[in-house]
């Protein structure tokens, strides 16, 4: 079955007793037929409270039964980030074969730590891995055409920044990386993610300002595809470009909702 992205819970205590939290995301390997390797996004924090909220992603092995089980053992740590509230809490794979994760700016408000402009940390960013190889000191490499690579204070595991909760992202079948960014007090926004790109927050909420003096010199900002207004919708949740043939009037249209309606 193709389970690619769905959002699933797991029980982590096949990582850690100590370990609670709940998982966001989960993507298959582009080669998941031969290896078996699935990735799942798990936001995880320590029930003797002495490790701060993480966002983890883990790859773990599935059997070839059907339906698939998972390999106890098999896991395998690929990277792990500090968060404090949205963590965003999605993967999936591109049509280059490296990993594209989605990261919130790690706190429940306006950014106080301007985090979405900041790119010394991994949070308000899209991030983009290659999980088939690994250089020193990590489980997977940085692709060498990282847009940031190079650049002073600044990731390279970063590709596109300026995110307040990526909570889905999904590639169409022209290989265009759709985000569904959750607002904060009047706007949603859905994203063509582009390389390099700074998709304003908090700079901007959609094309309300609300802290110009945070811009980043490192690229100017791409205003959202679509902003709904709070009006319309609130939190949202993207989403998927159509491509089944059962209903030809959606064909190639992103569907996607918002939480707080339904």
Known sequence: PDVTDSVAIFDMKWIDKSIRGSGWGLTLHPNYVENGYAYIFLNVTKRDGQEKEHNHIYRIQLTKTDPPQFVRGSEKLIIKWATAGHGGGDLAFGPDGYLYIGSGDGTS?????????????????????????????KAYRIPPDNPFIG????????????????????????????????????WEMIHIVRRGGNHGWSVMEATHTVKPETLSPLAPITPPLIAHPHTEAASVTGGYVYTSPRLPALQGAYIYGDYETG
């Open 151 to 186: 650049k002073e204070n600044t990731l390279p595991e970063i590709y596109a920044f300026g995110f307040r909760n990526p909570w889905k992202i999904a590639f169409d079948s022209a290989g265009r990386l759709w985000c569904g960014d959750v607002g904060w007090e009047l």
């Open 109 to 137: 408000g306006s950014d106080v730590d301007n985090t979405g402009q900041d790119l010394t940390d991994l949070t308000g960013s899209i991030l983009r891995i290659d999980v088939d190889h690994a250089e020193e000191g």
